[in-house]
């Protein structure tokens, strides 16, 4: 599967912005979807997750709260909304998908993620 994440940009402290991840090549439902994030001289860290059929949703401490992960199978996407932004949450957002199985805590273990996209700017000014 081909991962296309998008909807990054530059916002303000306080904005939203929502950002989408859309899939090609095989049927989306198949896959649980993650939302990751490097900031500059930072190592990639997990922010949200969502199980393949929606019914679960996992959050980084850091952004519960503020982010949601939803998914609209039909449509082969993967939004992340993003409210109340802070310059903390400046990064390159990825999306990543997986197949089974899912060990334990398998949403914020990057090694167990199968296809990657190729990363969207969020930047936030204060």
């Known amino acids: 599967v081909q991962l296309q994440a998008s909807g990054g940009g530059l916002v303000q402290a306080g904005d939203s912005l929502r950002l989408s991840c859309a899939a090609s090549g095989r049927p989306f439902s198949n896959y649980a979807v993650g939302w990751f994030r490097q900031a500059p001289g930072k190592e990639r860290e997990f922010v949200a997750a969502i199980s393949w059929s929606g019914g679960s949703t996992y959050y980084a401490d850091s952004v519960k709260g503020r982010f949601t992960i939803s998914r609209d199978n039909a449509k082969n996407t993967v939004h992340l909304q993003m409210n109340s932004l802070r310059p903390e949450d400046t990064a390159v957002y990825y999306c990543?998908?997986?197949?089974?199985?899912?060990?334990?805590?398998?949403?914020?273990?990057?090694?167990?993620?199968?296809?990657w996209g190729q990363g969207t700017q969020v930047t936030v000014s204060s």
């Open positions: 990543a998908a997986k197949t089974s199985p899912y060990r334990t805590y398998w949403w914020k273990t990057q090694s167990g993620y199968d296809y």
